[in-house]
């Protein structure tokens, strides 16, 4: 005679004896916490999107730290390199059967370093110095006599009197020729191609063509006779100096 | 030029025109006020001693070239005066005061004979005038008469030309080729003169040939200028046109006294209206 068993369904579902039955991460039996956590995850994203996303009322939030300020630059000076292509002489002692004493090559030098550094100061000072550029200032440094010339007649050498705009230097081509005079420096004739850039527009251009005569002076040396040209960007100009 | 050639052209010359039409140009000129607007007077004096012709003393030869030139600052007008060397002046000839007492007798003598204060004088000699044609690079001259003199070394046709150095010295010192003998050789003169004011004028336009130029004088005259006023007085000069500039030769009668050859001046009312403001070419 066989013999079988029958089982009901409950007792199917009874984890057999000697098993563990402590709870593990881990398919149906983990439940609980991984919902727990999903539901912590879910509650983060909502909350930055609401934040992103809502306007900020005033009086709402606190104060914020100042952007750090862009670092910018100071303007650079103009840089004259003086080329003396002649130098002549008033000496008459030929007249005489003489020949003239001539001037030391030191003291031509000299003279020239000199005149190329009033040159660069007007310069810097006529179109790259905030406080000074485009204004009369520069003028009467490097031109004598010219306190009692209207102002509309000194536009070529920069008087436009227009502020806030900054012109970065750019190069300048500078030749001279240098007149002696018993042993020393008599005249110095210096023409000179001086360009600028405006500083907000790569394609505007200053530009400055000048033929000047140097005299030595009380207090240095100053243009006693000047001819220079000044071409700026319309836009720089109001309309009633164009 | 094919039509696509022609639009590239077009196009090219519309992008130039708006970007040039972009920017404003200014130009300063400032110039050193060479005279106030009274009358200014120079003497133009040329020794006939120097190195190499005839060595010596500048300041102590005889005066054989003799003008005055009046200028009037105000109306920018000038007048150039003649003087032959031969005019009696003082009792002798005028080139002599020179030798005897040097440029500022001879300018004291003319303000004597003429009534002009004369502010300063300029002297140079054959080589210095020489010296200064080839600097400035030559002038231009109306040759109306042959010219070929062996002892001046003149040998020009009519017509006009560009002198400068011994070509120069040649058409200043010839009288043997002209109808007018030494009258015409001081006209001569003057036109130099002229000519080297139009020259100034012409090259006025740059500062640097103007310094060159006032370099070139000062190295090739002896003159009562101040060196520094030099430049100045040059770009004062050519601020007058040419067309306001007036010539005018003195002659006279011509004698010989003593055995020698003299000019009696008639001046006519010249140096009265000269005194008197009236400078330059008659007014139309």
Known sequence: MATHTSHTRAEHRRPPRGWDTEPVVSGRRHRPLVVALLAGAALVVVAGLVVLLTPDIPGTRGPRAPAPAPVVAPPRPFTVDLVVTDVATMDNDRLFGGTPAGTGPGVVRAAARSVERVIARYLTAAFVTPASRFSARPVRALVSDVGAVPRRELRGLGVLEVTDQRVDAGPVDATARVVTRDGAVAMVAVRYDARARLADRTDAEVRQRASLVFTPQRGGWRATAVDATLTVPDALVPEDRR | ?284
């Open chain 2, 1 to 284: 030029m094919n039509r696509r050639t022609v639009a590239v052209v077009v196009l090219l010359a519309l992008v130039g025109a708006l970007g040039a039409a972009a920017v404003v140009t200014y130009r300063s000129v400032l110039r050193p006020s060479g005279a106030d607007d009274g009358l200014l007077v120079v003497a133009v004096l040329g020794s006939d001693v120097g190195v190499p012709h005839r060595p010596g003393d500048p300041l102590r030869g005889r005066a054989d070239a003799i003008h005055l030139v009046a200028v009037d600052g105000g109306t920018r007008r000038a007048t150039v005066v003649d003087i032959p060397r031969d005019a009696v002046v003082a009792g002798t000839k005028v080139n002599a005061h020179l030798a005897d007492g040097g440029p500022e007798a001879l300018v004291a003598e003319l303000e004597a004979f003429t009534g002009l204060t004369v502010d300063h004088w300029v002297l140079t000699t054959f080589r210095g005038f020489e010296r200064l044609t080839r600097a400035i690079g030559g002038v231009d001259v109306q040759v109306d008469v042959p010219m070929h003199d062996p002892s001046s070394g003149s040998d020009f046709e009519p017509g006009r030309r560009v002198v400068r150095g011994a070509t120069a010295l040649a058409f200043a010192r010839d009288r043997h080729s002209l109808p007018d003998g030494d009258f015409g050789r001081t006209r001569h003169q003057g036109d130099l003169l002229l000519a080297l004011h139009r020259r100034l004028v012409a090259d006025a336009t740059d500062l640097d040939t103007m310094v060159a130029l006032a370099a070139a004088v000062a190295r090739t005259t002896v003159t009562d200028i101040p060196p520094g006023d030099l430049l100045a007085l040059a770009l004062h000069a050519a601020t007058i046109d040419p067309a306001d500039v007036a010539h005018v030769s003195l002659s006279g009668q011509v004698d010989t006294v003593d055995g020698a050859s003299v000019v009696w001046l008639t001046p006519g009312d010249t140096f009265r209206r000269i005194a008197d403001g009236q400078v330059g070419p008659p007014r139309r």
